[in-house]
């Protein structure tokens, strides 16, 4: 059982990433994915967040209108496109799964989350 996370890299201010979230070993259908971030010197913070059935998605103000987060169940993987990009979206991002149904208030709460993937890296700079 395990999450992949791949797409990361140096990018531009302005500029655009994909990362993408492929879940091995078990059905990512049935799971709400979030993506989350952590920023040298600071805590790890939730960025995004979709539910199983697609319908609902969350994200922090900070990446609101500019990040949005998808998934696609025929290839078992979630994404987070992030667009006009900033120097302050520079982090490790990290994708996680759990088989709850968050709400608004509790997306954020990592201790909901069964599997993470591996952190990978985001740099936004000239």
């Known amino acids: 059982v395990q999450l992949q996370a791949s797409g990361g890299g140096l990018v531009h201010p302005g500029g655009s990433l994909k990362l993408s979230c492929a879940a091995s070993?078990?059905?990512?259908?049935?799971?709400?994915i979030a993506w989350f971030r952590q920023a040298p010197g600071k805590e790890r913070e939730g960025v995004s967040c979709?539910?199983?059935?697609?319908?609902?998605?969350f994200y922090a103000p900070s990446v609101k209108d500019r990040f949005t987060i998808s998934r696609d169940k025929s290839k078992n993987t979630a994404y987070l496109q992030m667009n006009s990009l900033k120097p302050e979206d520079t982090a490790v991002y990290y994708c996680a799964a759990t088989i709850t149904s968050p709400i608004l208030s509790t997306w954020k709460s990592e201790d909901i989350y069964n599997y993470w993937g591996q952190g990978i890296q985001v740099t936004v700079s000239s």
């Open positions: 070993g078990f059905n990512l259908d049935y799971y709400t």
């Open positions: 979709i539910r199983g059935s697609g319908r609902s998605t």
